[in-house]
């Protein structure tokens, strides 16, 4: 990648003129600094501890890992200029302009007991001049790579490589380029399922509303794929079956069954309110999970003249889900003794073979 790749110093200054494309051009800036491109992960701030020890780096005037930027070309206003896409360092750029609009101040967790005496409790608009001239003057390096690298293969390829950074990126962040579109797609569902049995949270960190969604796509399936866990399935699930196919291809293809197995979901959660409700949201969320998927599945094998007996159905499996739910150790209804991959497979026969019974 370096034979493609060039660098730059710029200020924190000269950043706060190049952050958007209008402050650009009223400051004849000729660069645009692009921190939530197309891949870029959803941005949430740092926790206090961590921009506050962040700031007290850039007062010291320490040394900080570079920023990574590809560049393309942009217009606006009839004016072709240049477009950085951040793709490592939106959190050092947006927490230096979060400070400068004196959004926080700074805590008292520093590196120094010096520095804590001097600048705890204080904004940005509290500083000295001397101290406000220092955090402007900073230079940040900036390592650019070329318009070549605009593709989610070569994305997903610098990510890998950046990924011993400070906040090391997960799974679904380092593959998430390769299938922005799919994700993009199924965020339409994510109020379906939060604040649910199926995914407790009102909000997604780290992309985990999706992970659930597509757990719930991918326990549903006919013939599930093998796997070793669920960050195992999931990964399979997306490379296995949504990227077997061109992304767009099978969201055209497909996107009706998704659309209606959400359906689904939202139905047999509340027929099987009276028995989840019981349960606090964050237990035994494997469980509940499956079976919601499994039913789903039954439906879904069903002509549509049988789906008149799914709330009969559903009521005869639920003295035996609920059997699962109380255990304090379920796994060791199979004689296992963990919930290991091997307890997955059990209760997905079992669960199967509870519904098959019902159903007839």
Sequence with gaps: ????????????????????????????????????????????????????????????????????????????????????????????????????ENK???????????????????????????????????????????????????????????NSSSTQLNAYEIIKPSLNNFYKF??????????????KNTESKHGSIHSCIIDMFALTSKDIIHFISLPDLRTKYERN???????????????????????SYKRILSEMATLFDKYMLSERAYEKRLFVARITNKINQMSSDEHQIIPTMIKKCKSKFKVILDHKAPHEIFQLTGRTAAYKYKLIKYVDDILNEAAK
């Design 104 to 162: 926080f101040a700074l805590g008292s967790d520093m590196f120094h007991d010096n520095n804590k005496l001097a600048w705890r409790g204080k904004y940005y608009k509290d500083l000295s001049v001397t101290e406000r001239n220092i955090f402007l003057r900073y230079q940040f390096h900036i390592n650019i790579y070329d318009y070549t690298y605009n593709t989610p293969e070569k994305i997903q390829e610098i990510y890998e490589t950046l």
């Design 241 to 263: 079956v949504v990227m077997q196919h061109e992304v767009d291809k099978f969201i055209t293809e497909y996107s009706g069954d998704m659309d209606n197995m959400v359906k």
């Design 1 to 100: 990648m370096s034979s493609s790749s060039c660098f730059e110093s710029v200020s924190i200054q000269t950043m706060t003129k190049r952050i958007s494309r209008e402050l650009r051009d009223i400051n004849n800036e000729p660069t645009f600094i692009n921190t939530s491109p197309w891949f870029q992960r959803e941005y949430k701030p740092w926790n206090d501890k961590r921009r506050t020890r962040f700031i007290e780096v850039l007062l010291m005037g320490r040394t900080i890992n570079p920023i990574w930027v590809i560049e393309i070309s942009d217009e606006f206003d009839g004016v072709t200029f240049a477009e950085h896409m951040v793709v490592d360092g939106q959190h050092r750029i947006r927490t230096c302009l979060d400070f400068i």
């Design 186 to 199: 199924i965020s339409k569902y994510e109020k379906d399922f939060m604040g649910t049995h199926l995914y």
